[in-house]
């Protein structure tokens, strides 16, 4: 067999973003004999990436998607994505311990360690012993966490408004139950 000589080209952008609309694999080798010929890959929405696809599979594209969104929305401020959901969940939660902040920022204990020891660092959260139980830190947010916080949900704000801009509040509150009806499953 010889070697595969490959290459991805990407075929166009989608709508101004970064985001690839499709990707053609090229190969000029011949494999056992058989020539090998350009595999083209769908835009988002056509074929298995749009409505004839695996609801699974949706579910993480557009999960991906909002992700990138996200990131792109923080990429100039103080704050991480995984660091933002953190604090956020930190302010919505008071006391949370590292444990449970894991759980609802669904990150790993072992991230969320690691966020709330760069957050220390950064003086936007302070750790504080349990009056009771002395292995138990209390994490609290800064007054210097609550404005980096109020500045990144500024930016969040006009991601979320995009990605529900054509939504009637009826039909927002569908599709909320129906994610939250997913995640209660488990």
């Not at 696809?53 to 949706?58: D, K, T």
């Not at 929305?73 to 994505?81: I, N, P, Q, V």
Request: with cysteine; hydrophobic share 40%.
């Amino acid at each position: 067999m010889r070697g595969v000589d490959a290459w991805w080209f990407t075929v166009g952008f989608l709508s101004g973003r970064s985001n690839i609309k499709a990707r053609t694999l090229y190969s000029n080798s011949n494999i056992m004999g058989k020539t090998q010929h350009p595999t083209s890959v769908p835009a988002v929405g056509e074929g298995k990436r749009g409505e004839q696809g695996h609801i699974g599979y949706l579910l993480r594209q557009a999960q991906t998607a909002h992700r990138q969104h996200m990131e792109q929305a923080l990429a100039d401020s103080a704050l991480t994505l995984p660091q933002f959901m953190v604090l956020t969940m930190l302010m919505a939660y008071p006391g949370a311990s590292g444990a449970d902040l894991a759980r609802v920022s669904l990150l790993t204990p072992q991230t969320v360690s690691v966020i709330v020891t760069n957050l220390e660092r950064s003086g936007a959260i302070e750790r504080h012993a349990h009056a009771v139980h002395g292995r138990i830190q209390h994490i609290a947010v800064t007054a210097s966490g609550k404005q980096q916080l109020a500045a990144c949900r500024s930016k969040v704000k006009l991601v979320k408004d995009e990605l529900l801009s054509g939504l009637s509040a009826a039909e927002e509150k569908i599709i909320r139950r129906w994610l939250v009806r997913i995640a209660d499953t488990q």
